[in-house]
């Protein structure tokens, strides 16, 4: 009975980890707007090429991540998280 309780908690953290990864991966799709509208003035120290490096950079770890997560998925969910 106590591992089933376990087991359904760390199910319910998985599946919340893996929402909000998804979650932050779709704030990804309006990062491309707001770079293209970045002033092209000397106020800014960053250039727009420069913010889309440090977008891709961020997506590519966060899908690693993803990758990370599905890879210890059984593990995670087994030992309630400690791994």
């Known amino acids: 009975m106590v591992i089933q309780a376990v ?11 893996l929402m909000s990864l ?24 960053t250039t727009r090429a ?3 490096a440090m977008r891709m950079t961020a997506f590519e770890r966060l899908m690693m991540l993803r990758e990370i997560a599905k890879r210890y998925e059984s593990e995670l969910l087994s030992r309630e ?3």
């Open 7 to 17: 087991n359904q908690r760390a199910k319910e953290r998985y599946l919340s980890f």
């Open 50 to 52: 420069e913010l889309r």
């Open 81 to 83: 998280w400690r791994v």
């Open 22 to 45: 998804t979650l932050v991966e779709e704030q990804f799709d309006g990062l491309d707007e707001h770079i293209r509208l970045a002033p092209r003035n000397n106020a800014w120290r």
